[in-house]
């Protein structure tokens, strides 16, 4: 399998009042292989959000190298909140991204439908954020970042504001999406069991400075049922990843 991602010795230090320097990252080493699902857990304040943000060029490592495979400017970014344009449609937030790279081809907008298909958005496509739930609108953050088909997607905390029954949902319809697409994704969670769901490799880092303290290997079948979470496997990769927390 080839090589997406190659991280390198990155360090990321930030200036913090009265000149005191707060060390965020600390020798992050890592390759990131092609359609690979890979999550990210850690202690609050670990440089989880950080590392994705530099992988995203929305901030800077103080040292070190990442190396793509292909364009850095390829990639897909699902935050948090959905941060979706109160005043456009289903449809229009998710072509927004198309329209900003002039990539409104018929090939790109054929692409964009069938991605709406595929999130199961078909039929919301003129519906307004305020008349979706908290779980309809992080698939539409979803296939706005698919939309103009990135060779990777960073996902930061993306169900993090979900209650736990549509946190379920949405992880199996990223499953789908994902087994469909077979992009390559890095997700941050806290949730210990929401990574090993989803996961090929969970990514442990310590607390700051954030450094990875561990890699673990999620050996479990595909495609994966939320029945798989009865395993005693499953409840094993849990308790070993918890005991490497602490």
Request: hydrophobic residues 40%; aromatic residues 6%.
């Amino acid at each position: 399998m080839s090589t997406a991602i190659r991280i390198e010795e990155v360090n990321k230090i930030y200036k913090a009042s009265r000149g005191r320097e707060v060390q965020a990252l600390t020798n992050i080493n890592l390759n990131v292989d092609e359609s690979e699902f890979i999550s990210i857990i850690g202690p609050s304040g670990c440089g989880k959000s950080t590392l994705l943000r530099i992988l995203a060029n929305l901030d800077t490592p103080s040292s070190g190298h990442i190396h793509w495979e292909s364009s850095a400017d390829h990639i897909g970014f699902v935050f948090q909140d959905a941060t979706l344009l109160p005043w456009k449609t289903v449809y229009e937030n998710a072509k927004f991204p198309l329209e900003v790279k002039k990539m409104t081809s018929k090939e790109h907008l054929d692409n964009l439908d069938k991605l709406l298909e595929l999130a199961g958005l078909k039929g919301f496509e003129k519906a307004y954020p305020r008349e979706l739930s908290g779980g309809m609108r992080q698939r539409v953050s979803i296939v706005r970042a698919l939309s103009y088909n990135p060779d990777v997607l960073l996902m930061d905390e993306p169900f993090g504001a979900l209650d736990a029954l549509t946190r379920d949902k949405m992880g199996i319809e990223l499953l789908r999406i994902w087994t469909e697409t077979k992009k390559t994704i890095l997700f941050v969670t806290h949730s210990i069991a929401e990574a090993v769901f989803l996961s090929d490799r969970v990514i442990v880092m310590s607390p700051r400075p954030g450094k990875i303290d561990e890699i673990i290997d999620i050996d479990l079948p595909r495609p994966r049922s939320v029945e798989v979470k009865e395993t005693i496997e499953f409840v094993n990769y849990v308790k070993k990843l918890r005991e490497v927390l602490g």
